[in-house]
């Protein structure tokens, strides 16, 4: 095999699965995987997000379709990947990016919100665990679990106090156990020569959601979080590109169980 670093770093002929490909980071993700040559599927919820991520890397002549699924529901994960598998003969990549809505602040959750955080965790093992299935078949294969630097360090609540809602508590133990949980499922598919790495992405703002779209104090709350980041600025959808595509290709073939951060320095202090 080639040691060229293009090579190294290419997806072709590869087949990748990304769960919340349609979402905010999940589309510059989607379209890192296709641009490096992979038959990328993306599996989400929003079918019309779905349509509209389809269409538009369509445009760019990259290989991409769509499959509109609840990946919270267990059958239905279990269902479109295993559909996936027989329409494209192979699953090489799994990227698990779906993310669960905000729940309550700390002295407001329940119960309910930590069970129905948990489900995020729980979707990705589920979905982990159906496309080892194909990927054993291959006989080798990379799963990338989105996690985030909030399962590493706690959020300031200073940065959010009057102009947005504070880090749920259920967010950041959810992506805490996707952490330590990418670290045993690495452990246990390695003799599989299976790898199992996460991102943890640092402030990623999305100006486009509603709340903060029709927040006349965002400019304020961009600014607190540019604050504590090293580098100055808030990250940018396209900057989780490299590494997913790193972590996704032959280039990272010696890395299982780690967890890249993508903070701008954030988690340094």
């Not at 100006?207 to 540019?226: C, I, S, T, V, W």
Request: proline letters at 3%.
């Amino acid at each position: 095999m080639s040691e060229n670093v293009k090579d190294l770093l290419s997806l072709k002929d590869k087949v990748a699965v990304i769960t919340g490909g349609a979402g905010w980071l999940g589309s510059a993700m989607t379209e890192a995987l296709a641009e490096a040559g992979a038959r990328t599927v993306v599996v989400d919820c929003n079918a019309e997000a779905v349509k509209q991520v389809c269409e538009r890397l369509a445009k760019k002549e990259l290989s991409v379709t769509g499959v509109t699924a609840d990946v919270m529901q267990e059958d239905s994960i279990r269902k479109s990947i295993d559909q996936i598998a027989e329409d494209c003969g192979r699953i090489d990549v799994l990227v698990n990016g779906v993310v669960v809505p905000a729940a309550a602040d700390l002295d407001h959750v329940t119960m309910e919100n930590f069970e129905k955080g948990y489900r995020n965790s729980g979707a990705y093992a589920i979905a982990c665990q159906q496309c080892v299935k194909h990927m054993r078949k291959v006989g080798e294969g990379s799963i990338i679990n989105i996690a985030s630097m909030y399962g590493m360090v706690t959020s300031y609540p200073k940065v959010y106090e009057g102009v947005s809602d504070p880090c749920p508590v259920t967010y950041c133990a959810d992506k805490a156990g996707v952490i330590h949980m990418t670290r045993f499922m690495a452990v246990y598919w390695a003799k599989d020569k299976i790898r199992v790495n996460s991102i943890s992405p640092g402030a990623f703002p999305n100006r486009e959601k509603m709340e903060y779209a029709n927040n006349p104090k965002m400019d304020l709350f961009l600014e607190r979080l540019a604050e504590k980041s090293p580098l100055g600025r808030v990250g940018q959808p396209w900057e989780l590109k490299g590494a997913v595509v790193f972590l996704a290709s032959r280039a990272a073939s010696f890395l299982t169980g780690q967890n890249i951060v993508v903070d701008g320095g954030w988690t340094i202090w």
